[in-house]
């Protein structure tokens, strides 16, 4: 049955035929990420960042709170920088969507950091020195790439902007993929990292081995996409508009058809789903590589943080975590579905083997806490993010300059 809605939902979303209407969704939907952040009264800067593989990426930076802005100007001098990276569909919006009560970026800005959101390739933030968006060597990459190329070049950004000799680093989801892999392949980058919180971590997945293999081999769904000529896993915003305009958004949670299908694969969580923005999320959800889905797919299906090598059915290479340096605090969701308690406690093992584990702990109290509220929750506010921001604190005084 589970697989039968999935399919529909799936010939759903291609079939639709596409009408003029106009826009129904809350102004922040439609938003760019600095026009976000200047609306919540934050000063911004976009920042562009150059790969060594020809990718151009755009970084949005908090330099100073609300509070600090409202004088004739900040000062870097003596600040602290974080670099925050998003997950799977997301971007640096992810952490600011929420508002300046709820939103990590923010509230760190507010204690005082200098906030560097980063926005890996293939978010609507990111382009290519030669290929456009509609070329399929455009969307030839995965979170190894993320890993090897983006977050190098975003850590450098922030070091050579600030002056700075280190960076926090709080990755979330795929964000923390990205991590672990550049840790693995670039080592180098240990000396310029204070510590790394991970949220919801994604590294093992032998929980969702099953979803992989129905989805990559039984459905061959990334294939079929292909052959149809759908390069990546991207919907156009008025096809996304009239979707949730006809069949996500809805009072209540329970009615919702696109919610019922997220929370089967991230856990289910009613009552912290935000009504009023669960259609903005859905409609601000970035583009995918299949790469990346057969990348996390072969990572599941064989029980082993892999890289790519010669593709999902080919060679398996275990990427080296012993090369991890740095102090590792693993926060994991108790109703985590997709980033399981006991794949993440398989992480701690490993990284508790080579000293580096700082922590391993629930991301809060909250029983039903699941992927998605690490940043859509509708009390993240006082579940999470500010008890993060005095860890982080914490963090800080531990591992950071004098």
């Known amino acids: 049955m589970k697989l039968l809605i999935l399919r529909l939902f799936l010939i759903l979303c291609c079939g639709l035929v596409l ?141 050579n902007v600030t002056s700075l000799p280190k960076v926090m680093y709080v990755g979330y989801s795929m964000g923390t993929t990205s991590f672990f892999v550049t840790m693995s392949e670039r080592p180098e980058y240990n000396d310029k990292i204070i510590s790394f919180v991970a949220l919801a971590p994604a590294v093992y997945l032998s929980n969702i081995k099953l979803l992989a293999i129905t989805v990559l081999k039984t459905l061959e769904l990334p294939a079929r996409m292909r052959s149809q000529g759908m390069i990546s896993l991207t919907l156009r915003s008025d096809l996304l508009d009239l979707l949730i305009r006809n069949i996500c958004f809805q009072n209540k949670p329970e009615d919702d058809i696109c919610m019922r299908l997220v929370y089967m694969v991230v856990g289910e969580d009613l009552e912290q789903y935000d009504k009023e923005l669960t259609s903005v999320i859905l409609y601000r959800a970035q583009p995918v590589s299949w790469r990346q889905l057969e990348h996390f797919g072969k990572v599941a299906i064989t029980g082993v943080f892999t890289s790519w090598e010669d593709g999902l059915w080919g060679a398996v290479k275990p990427y080296n975590l012993s090369n991890v340096k740095v102090p590792v605090a693993l926060l994991y969701g108790k109703n985590d579905h997709l980033t399981d308690k006991s794949q993440i406690m398989r992480l701690a093992v490993k990284l508790n083997e080579t000293g580096m584990l700082e922590t391993v702990r629930p991301a809060c109290d909250w029983e039903k806490f699941n992927h998605l509220d690490f940043v859509f929750a509708r009390q993240v506010g006082t579940l999470l993010t500010k008890p993060l921001v005095d860890y982080i604190k914490t963090l800080f005084s531990k591992y950071g300059p004098p």
Request: glycine share 10%; proline share 5%.
């Open 19 to 159: 009408c003029e209407h106009p826009r129904f969704l809350r102004k922040e939907a439609y938003e760019t990420v600095p026009e976000l952040i200047t609306s919540a009264g934050y000063p911004v800067e976009k920042h562009r960042v150059a790969t060594d593989d020809g990718y151009i990426i755009q970084m949005h930076r908090i330099p100073a709170g609300r509070r600090t802005a409202r004088k004739a100007g900040f000062s870097a001098k003596g600040k602290k920088a974080i670099l925050v990276v998003h997950g799977l569909l997301g971007s640096s919006g992810d952490f600011v969507i929420m508002g300046p009560e709820r939103s990590l970026a923010y509230l760190l800005a507010d204690e005082g950091y200098d906030v560097w959101l980063g926005n890996l390739r293939g978010t609507v933030y990111s382009s290519h020195v030669n290929y456009t968006r509609r070329n399929p060597k455009f969307w030839e990459f995965s979170f190894h790439e993320h890993g090897v190329y983006d977050v190098p070049a975003m850590i450098d950004k922030v070091l």
